[in-house]
C-alpha cells in the first residue's frame, strides 16, 4: 500500500484530444519520493502526454491524478502554484524552455521570485547546485544559446530544484548528447535523487539509459501499460511479447544475458482509431483469435504485472 503523503498516484487515466485521439486510455501508475521510474514505449504511445500530465500541463477526460492525495484535476489557482513547487519538469528541447533574453542567473533566480521564496537564504544553495551540476558562476552571466546543450540540460535541472521539489518528471533527459555527456548527466541524476531523496519519472525510448537508472519500469503502447515491474526482473524475464521484442532490439543491455529475436511488423496504430482487444495484437507475433476481441488486464504479481492472454514464460 502506498503512502500517499509521498505519492503521485494515476488512477484510470484517460486523455482524449480532438479528433478522438485517445493518447492515454485508463493508466494507472505510482510514483514514490525516493524512487526512479522509467516511462518506456515507441512514438506515439503517450509516454509524453502522461508525463505532462502529472506536472498540471494535460487535464484528464477521465480519471485522477493526485499529489499527496489531493486530487490534482480540481486544484485552485493558488494550488497549482502549490504544485509547480512539488513537481518539477525538466523537457526535452532544454533550450526551449528556457527564455533566449534571460541570462542564466536570471532564468534560476525567477523560480525563487514566483514561489515567494527569500533569494538571499536560497540562493547559496543555488550555486552549490550549480558546483555539483558541473557548471561554473561565470556561466550566470551567459544567455542559453551560449552553452552547449548538455551545460542547457544542466541548467535546466538545476532551475527545476531551486524550489525543492519531491518529484522530477524528466522527458528524453539524455536525447541527443554525446553517450559520454549521457552518462556524466545520468550519474548527476542518481546523484541528486539520493541527496534530495526525490521521486524521478524518466521518459525514454532509450533501454540502456532506463536499465541504468531507474527502479520500476512501466512499458507503455498506445495509450496503455502492458507491462511493468522492477526494472531488473522485466529486463531479464519479459512476460510481455512488445517487452521482448524492445529489448531483443538493443542488445546492448545485458550482453551475457541472450534471448532470441523477436521482430515486430508494420507501424503502432494511430491512437485515433485503436484496435479493438489487445491494442498491441495487430503487430503480435504470438496473436490468437482471443486477443483481437478481449482486452487483457494488468494483472500479475507486484514485481511484475502485464497485460497479455498469453505471456511469455519466466526465465526464474
Known amino acids: 500500500m502506498t503512502d500517499s503523503a509521498q505519492t503521485i498516484e494515476v488512477e484510470d487515466l484517460r486523455i482524449t484530444f480532438s479528433g478522438g485521439v485517445q493518447a492515454v486510455a ?3 501508475l505510482a510514483l514514490k519520493v525516493g524512487e526512479t521510474v522509467g516511462l518506456v514505449g515507441e512514438s506515439g504511445s503517450g509516454k509524453t502526454t502522461l508525463a505532462k500530465a502529472l506536472v498540471g500541463l494535460n487535464r484528464p477526460t477521465s480519471g485522477k491524478v493526485k499529489l499527496e492525495g489531493r486530487d490534482l484535476t480540481s486544484l485552485t489557482r493558488a494550488h497549482r502554484l502549490w504544485l509547480r513547487r512539488r ?6 528541447d532544454p533550450l526551449s524552455s528556457l527564455s533566449p533574453r534571460m541570462k542564466i542567473a536570471s532564468l534560476l533566480a525567477e523560480p525563487i521570485k514566483i514561489h515567494g ?7 547559496p544553495k543555488v550555486l552549490d ?7 561554473s558562476e561565470a556561466q550566470l552571466e551567459k544567455y542559453p544559446h551560449q552553452i552547449s546543450g548538455g551545460q542547457a540540460r544542466r541548467v535546466a535541472i538545476a532551475r527545476a530544484l531551486v524550489t525543492d521539489p519531491s518529484f522530477l518528471i524528466a522527458d528524453e533527459p539524455t536525447a541527443g548528447l554525446d553517450v559520454s555527456v549521457q552518462g556524466e548527466l545520468l550519474n548527476l541524476l542518481a546523484d541528486l535523487q539520493t541527496r534530495h531523496s526525490l521521486g524521478i519519472l524518466i521518459v525514454s ?11 520500476r519500469v512501466a512499458i507503455m503502447y498506445l495509450g496503455t501499460i502492458l507491462e511493468e515491474g522492477a ?3 522485466v529486463f531479464r524475464s519479459p512476460r510481455h511479447p512488445y517487452t521482448h521484442a524492445l529489448l531483443s532490439a538493443n542488445p546492448v ?8 529475436k523477436l521482430v515486430l511488423a508494420g507501424e503502432i496504430p494511430s491512437p485515433s482509431n485503436p484496435p479493438a482487444g489487445c491494442r498491441f495484437h495487430t503487430r503480435c507475433p504470438k496473436v490468437q ?23 511469455l514464460e519466466s526465465a526464474a
Not at 87 to 92: D, E, K, L, S, T
Not at 129 to 135: D, E, H
Not at 253 to 260: L, N
Open 26 to 28: 485508463g493508466i494507472s
Open 205 to 215: 525510448h532509450n533501454l540502456n539509459v532506463i536499465g541504468r537508472v531507474t527502479d
Open 87 to 92: 513537481v518539477q519538469m525538466i523537457f526535452q
Open 129 to 135: 547546485l550549480l558546483a555539483r551540476l558541473g557548471l
Open 117 to 123: 521564496l527569500d533569494r538571499k537564504e536560497r540562493w
Open 289 to 311: 483469435d482471443r486477443c483481437r476481441v478481449e482486452e487483457p488486464a494488468l494483472t500479475g504479481p507486484e514485481g511484475q504485472r502485464y497485460a497479455c492472454h498469453f505471456p
Open 231 to 233: 526494472t531488473r526482473t
Open 253 to 260: 543491455i545485458d550482453p551475457e544475458h541472450k534471448r532470441a
